[in-house]
């Protein structure tokens, strides 16, 4: 008992455990465990910041679990952790700049909040003072970070090369990244999905 709780109490462990609740709610197909391991996961990366806080993994996981809890209590409070989310994830790159996927994520936040929709940015403009921004610009310049820190580390990343290449109209770049995501070799149902995203925004742009 005392031998759990010890190792319960240590912030390495706890952003692990995090991570394997995460990962676990992705794999499940029942709504109910995947809803209970979500907020599992989140209560172990806070308790993983609150006893870690100069773990980067320990924000970097916060981040990418309190993302997940939005899908859960509605775009409001998807929205209003905008901006909590960013800070972790900044946060995690100030003590580690080397984490090709942190900057990855951080890159996504950019991506998405860059194309939010106009109701939603509606909500954000109540919500805030000053509502979240950012540009597929500065979202480029993180994919293209974290690419340069491990080359073609995660096949997500190449697929939104591709994908911010097209919003900025640079077709032949676009397609450059696009074809490496399809040629990515498949070891994960991620991989899957980003193989088949590349190869449908592919053939919209007449490649085959």
Known sequence: MNRTKRHTENGELLWRLARAAHDYSLLSTKPAEKKRL????????????????????????????????????????????????????????????????????????????????????????????????????????????????????????LLFLGKTFLKLKNKEKAIAWLLKAKQVTARTEEDKEVIKEATGLLNSLGIK
């Open 38 to 157: 979500v907020y599992e996961a989140i209560d172990f990366a806070k308790k993983a910041l609150d006893k870690d806080p100069s773990n980067f993994a320990a924000h970097k996981w916060y981040a990418i679990c309190l993302s997940d809890i939005g899908d859960y209590e509605g775009i409001q409070v998807k929205i209003s952790n905008v901006f909590e989310i960013k800070k972790h994830f900044e946060k995690a790159i100030e003590l580690n700049n080397k984490d090709a996927t942190t900057i990855h994520l951080l890159g996504l936040w950019s991506y998405f909040v860059a194309e939010m929709p106009w109701a939603q940015r509606k909500i954000a403009s109540v919500l805030f003072t000053t509502p979240p921004t950012s540009t597929f610009e500065k979202a480029l310049k993180l994919f293209e970070r974290a690419e340069e820190v491990s080359p073609n580390f995660y096949s997500k990343n």
